[in-house]
């Protein structure tokens, strides 16, 4: 290959591979441009295409640019370069290889709609506006319709939908105070400290004002059976406002109280909820609410129910014992916390009546009893959450509309 040859611009089947892999990792959430593909395909020139290796190595170091793409980068190439050779394992009649029976690593099911996803063809401006007003009715009727109800494709817009909501931030005045010019609370150590540069002549009056910080948010998820169509989606939702605020904690609860905070903090949401699902081993089993509830008020309620925490109960409520341990410790819970909401699917019934001896138990001690089954009802919540607290006694419960 002589100089000119070097320097010309690739052409053929490897601009293709790589205009199409940039193509798929855009469609994965990697934020890849046209000036990433150039400097791609300069950058292969410079090593040897026989190498899979090597090639990994430059195409990650031109399109990853932060650490939480690295995984969606490594699916979506295992997926696009795989070597001919390991198609012929995808016959029925020989056994799949070995990295077919594990289970699937996180992102990879994103990374395959991604590859999926047909080529934008060229189509008139009125065939264009007339899917334009379909997506928008389609968007009105998913915007309704129960999580339950929903197709795989369905699913996948809601989540796509979870992952741009935010949480406004709701103003909490704390007992503690900072500098502010425009304060009502005189500082006087500053006032005199400032002072002493002058000799006392001209004194610089500094004030205190009073510390504002969102309120934090305890979230307790039920993740028993009956709860197994939402809870999913659920957590697609705590991790869309842990993203967009961190005073989040997040507890699942089936026949016993697991803490996925930490877990569901990483930037990714397949990763985070992958983290989540491997950490937990009663997932879709039984529920035992009042044991859960329990391990709660005594390992966790002093850490994380301080500063007026409000606490998000996402239950069906049907417990399998309930008893006076219940109603004793949703009492505690709701003494500890600012505020209590209770978020059950069951909601979704227009006659639904509060017959089951756990819902009967639980009833007296929320603040508020909301639907929690669809994108209007977390839209409303989210609403709710940046709002002020209803005047309410303790003890008593408002029912959402």
């Known amino acids: 290959m002589t100089d000119i040859d070097h320097l010309n611009p690739p052409t053929g089947m490897m601009a293709d591979n790589v205009t199409g892999f940039a193509r798929a990792l855009r469609g994965a959430g990697l934020p890849v441009g046209p000036g990433a593909v150039i400097d791609a395909m300069a950058a292969l020139q410079a090593i040897e295409i026989g190498r899979r290796g090597d090639v990994f190595a430059t195409l990650q170091a031109v399109f990853v640019k932060r650490r939480e793409h690295a995984l969606i980068f490594a699916q ?25 029976k594990k289970k699937p690593p996180p992102a990879s099911r994103r990374v395959q709609e991604a590859m999926a996803q047909p080529q934008i ?7 264009q506006q007339q899917d334009i007003r379909l997506a928008v009715s389609d968007r009105e009727i998913l915007q309704k319709k129960d999580f339950a109800q929903m197709s795989a494709a369905e699913i996948a817009d809601v989540t796509r939908a979870i992952a741009t909501m935010r949480l406004p931030q709701a103003a909490l005045r704390t007992r503690r105070f900072e500098p502010d010019p425009r304060g009502h609370r005189l500082d006087l150590r500053r006032t005199l400290r400032t002072s002493l540069r002058t000799g006392g002549e001209i004194i610089d009056v500094k004030r205190l004002g009073t510390i504002v910080k ?33 005073r989040v904690s997040v507890f699942l609860f089936g026949t016993r109280l697991s803490n996925v905070t930490r877990a569901l903090r990483a930037r990714d949401p397949d990763e985070a909820l992958a983290s989540c699902t491997s950490s937990v ?13 329990h391990s ?11 500063q007026g925490a409000i606490v998000l109960l996402i239950s069906d409520g049907l417990e399998r014992e309930a008893d006076d341990k219940l109603a004793f410790e949703m009492d505690r819970l709701h003494r500890s916390c600012r505020r209590l909401i209770w978020l059950n699917p069951l909601l979704r019934y227009g006659g639904f ?23 209007s009802s977390m839209d409303a919540l989210i609403d709710a959450l940046s709002s002020a607290p209803p005047a309410l006694s303790r003890g008593a419960f408002r029912p959402a509309a």
């Open 353 to 375: 009546e509060a017959k089951a001896q756990g819902i009967k138990m639980m009833l007296p001690h929320v603040d508020e009893f909301r639907p929690v089954h669809n994108l």
């Open 121 to 127: 063809s060229e189509a008139p401006q009125r065939e």
């Open 76 to 100: 979506a190439f295992d997926l696009f370069f795989r070597a001919a050779e390991d198609w012929k394992h995808m016959l029925d009649s020989v056994p799949l290889p070995d990295h077919a």
């Open 296 to 306: 709660f008020n005594k390992q966790w309620g002093r850490r994380v129910l301080g």
């Open 281 to 293: 081993e009663d997932w879709a089993g039984g529920t035992r609410i009042s044991a859960s509830l």
């Open 214 to 246: 969102p309120a934090p948010i305890v979230a307790l998820l039920d993740i028993s059976g009956s709860m197994s169509e939402y809870t999913r989606l659920f957590l697609h939702f705590l991790h869309a406002i842990t993203d967009a605020r961190k």
